[in-house]
T-cell receptor, first 120, second 112 residues
Framework: GAGVSQSPSNKVTEKGKDVELRCDPISGHTALYWYRQSLGQGLEFLIY????????KSGLPSDRFSAERTGGSVSTLTIQRTQQEDSAVYLC??????????????????FGPGTRLTVL | GENVEQHPSTLSVQEGDSAVIKCTYSDSASNYFPWYKQELGKGPQLIIDIRSNVGEKKDQRIAVTLNKTAKHFSLHITETQPEDSAVYFC???????????FGTGTRLTVIP
C-alpha cells in the first residue's frame, strides 16, 4: 500500500515568510508524528497526534511553530516568520496506534521522505 | 528525558567485512530500540528493532544486541554490500512515550 507522503519535497523561502508543510499518513494509522532533522544531526521530535486526543506539543521549539491534523488524517505543520535556523528536513511519520493503552508494546513508526526547507 | 548517544559518526568498511554501530541510552524505562536506515534524499526506514525482553535479534545479515544492565545496544551488519551504504540511526523509547529519541547517526560507507 501507499506509504507516508509529504509535500512539497523542497521549499525555499525568505526569512520572515510563513510556510506550510503537508503530511499524508498511511491510511488507517491513528498516530502521526513530526520530526526535524538538521544537517548532520539526528531526528528531533516536534509534535505528536493520536486520534482525537489533544496533541503532544512538547517538542515544538517556539510559538512560531504549530500543527494541525484535520479529520484524523492529513496534517499541516506551519512555521510563521521563518528564520534561517529553521532550515532543516521536516519528517512526518505515522503508526497504527499510539504507544499508550497496550502494555509492553510500541508501534513501528513509518516515515515519509521529508520536506527540505531552506530559509534564505 | 531520554538521551541517546551513537558511535561512530562515520564508518568505512571493505565489502564483505562486518560493521558494528553502538548506542547508549540514559533512561532505564526505555524498552523499545529500533534501528533506521536513511538513504540520500529519503526518509528513515526501519530495518530491525528489539524490545527489552530479548537480548539479541537477527534478520539475515542484520542483528541487534541489547544489554539493559549497561544500557547499550548495537547493530551488527555482516557480509556488507555496497547497497548497505547509508546513514543509520538508533533510537530508544518506552511504552506510552509519544516519540522516539534518536541518536545522531552513523554514516556507513561500504567500499567495493
Amino acid at each position: 500500500g501507499a506509504g507516508v507522503s509529504q509535500s512539497p519535497s523542497n521549499k525555499v523561502t525568505e526569512k520572515g515568510k510563513d510556510v506550510e508543510l503537508r503530511c499524508d499518513p498511511i491510511s488507517g494509522h491513528t498516530a502521526l508524528y513530526w520530526y526535524r532533522q538538521s544537517l548532520g544531526q539526528g531526528l528531533e521530535f516536534l509534535i505528536y497526534f493520536q486520534g482525537n486526543s489533544a496533541p503532544d506539543k512538547s517538542g515544538l521549539p517556539s510559538d512560531r511553530f504549530s500543527a494541525e491534523r484535520t479529520g484524523g488524517s492529513v496534517s499541516t505543520l506551519t512555521i510563521q516568520r521563518t528564520q534561517q535556523e529553521d532550515s532543516a528536513v521536516y519528517l512526518c511519520a505515522s503508526s497504527p496506534r499510539s504507544n499508550s493503552g497496550r502494555a509492553g508494546s510500541t508501534d513501528t513508526q513509518y516515515f515519509g521522505p521529508g520536506t527540505r526547507l531552506t530559509v534564505l | 528525558g531520554e538521551n541517546v548517544e551513537q558511535h561512530p559518526s562515520t564508518l568505512s568498511v571493505q565489502e564483505g567485512d562486518s560493521a558494528v554501530i553502538k548506542c547508549t541510552y540514559s533512561d532505564s524505562a526505555s524498552n523499545y530500540f529500533p534501528w533506521y536506515k536513511q538513504e540520500l534524499g529519503k526518509g528513515p526506514q526501519l530495518i530491525i528493532d528489539i524490545r527489552s525482553n530479548v537480548g539479541e535479534k537477527k534478520d539475515q545479515r542484520i542483528a541487534v544486541t541489547l544489554n539493559k544492565t549497561a544500557k547499550h545496544f548495537s547493530l551488527h551488519i555482516t557480509e556488507t554490500q555496497p547497497e548497505d551504504s547509508a546513514v543509520y540511526f538508533c533510537a530508544a523509547s518506552w511504552t506510552r512515550a509519544n516519540n522516539l529519541f534518536f541518536g545522531t547517526g552513523t554514516r556507513l560507507t561500504v567500499i567495493p
